[in-house]
């Protein structure tokens, strides 16, 4: 069964996969997909999600003509 639902209903990928990187269970999370399409999209949400929290982490790093 795809684990993208919550204890508050439905999770859009990129939600749940927030959700799969904090706890640290990536491999776990993408591990629960039987579809191949599903698993894509997932794995693509844990690429988006890392690159975006990299990227905030990195903000005060970059000078002010680039923010």
Do not use: C
Not at 43 to 56: F, G, P, Q
Request: avoid cysteine; proline fraction near 1%; hydrophobic fraction near 35%.
């Amino acid at each position: 069964m795809e684990h993208i639902y919550g204890d508050d209903g439905f999770y859009t990928f990129k939600d749940a996969a927030a959700e799969a990187i904090a706890e640290g269970r990536v491999d776990e999370w993408l591990d629960s997909f039987t579809n191949y399409d599903d698993y894509q999209e997932a794995s693509d949400a844990i690429d988006e999600v890392n690159t975006e929290w990299y990227n905030d982490a990195h903000m005060d790093d970059l000078p002010n003509e680039y923010k």
